[in-house]
């Protein structure tokens, strides 16, 4: 079994914070490299952060110093810690585990609507 189960997400001011998770399968989560993502209204999906089971990071330059990706093994759920939020990040957040081909292990589910307004 390969799924994913995003929660966390919801409506905030400009310059707050989120704390998003993303429940895995366990065999799913302990092999592979997890990631978010977002898709904003009227754009293509983009990866936001991805981290490797042993702890490498990648951030869009986007997020860069504002978000920060995390991962608990022991309990399979990653984290995505948001902090400064601008309007620019309101979109669905996604998490998924990119594969080397450069497409996605699990399908895309419902993920969690971010809403930064003021």
């Known amino acids: 079994q390969v799924q994913v189960v995003e929660s966390g997400g919801g409506l905030v001011q400009p310059g707050g914070s989120l704390r998003l998770s993303c429940a895995a399968s366990?065999?799913?989560?302990?092999?592979?490299?997890m990631g978010w993502y977002r898709q904003a209204p009227g754009k293509q999906r983009e990866m936001v952060a991805t981290i490797t089971r042993g702890g490498t990071i990648n951030y869009a330059d986007s997020v860069k110093g504002r978000f920060t990706i995390s991962r608990d093994n022991a309990k399979n759920t990653v984290y995505l810690q948001m902090n400064s939020l601008k309007p620019e990040d309101t979109a669905v957040y996604y998490c998924?585990?990119?594969?080397?081909?450069?497409?996605?292990?699990?399908?895309w589910g419902r993920g969690t609507q971010v809403t930064v307004s003021s």
């Open positions: 998924n585990s990119p594969t080397s081909s450069g497409s996605f292990t699990a399908d």
């Open positions: 366990g065999s799913f989560f302990n092999i592979y490299t």
